[in-house]
């Protein structure tokens, strides 16, 4: 269990975490891919008061795993496994999205997401 724990980087994780939240959060706005993905997927945009609020509080817990699982490959010096999982993730997303007969254009959204997640917070490994 000490390999969960031992030399990770947590502000390396916890930037990661955040800087993804705020690149999904202009990611599905309707200044970049918001507005095509919720048709796709057959939601109707809603205003900014109107955010699902168990929706975000679960992101962010999933991208605090989700980077904490890149900061425990980088104290372990195999990032390639981050690689790997990252590229599983996003087609088992992807044929999730397939199976709820999501747009492909709101797929190929999902999958860009979760992959420059993943980036930026290898990216901060490397920073901090």
Same mark, same amino acid.
């Not at 945009?45 to 168990?54: L, N």
């Given at each position: ?28 706005? /309707? ?16 205003? /900014?008061?109107?955010? /699902? ?76």
């Amino acid at each position: 269990m000490g390999e969960l724990t031992t030399g990770i980087n947590w502000l390396a994780v916890i930037v990661g975490a955040v800087a993804a939240f705020l690149v999904g959060w202009l990611w599905y706005s /309707p200044m970049l891919f918001g507005r095509k993905w919720a048709e796709g997927v057959g939601v109707e945009m809603g205003k /900014p008061g109107e955010m /699902p609020v168990g929706a975000m509080v679960s992101q962010v817990i999933g991208l605090l795993l989700l980077s904490w699982f890149v900061g425990v490959t980088a104290a372990a010096n195999a990032l390639a496994t981050v690689i790997l999982a990252a590229i599983a993730f996003a087609v088992l997303a992807y044929s999730g999205g397939m199976f709820r007969r999501n747009g492909a254009y709101a797929r190929v959204t999902d999958l860009g997401y979760l992959i420059v997640s993943v980036v930026i917070m290898i990216i901060c490994q490397g920073l901090f």
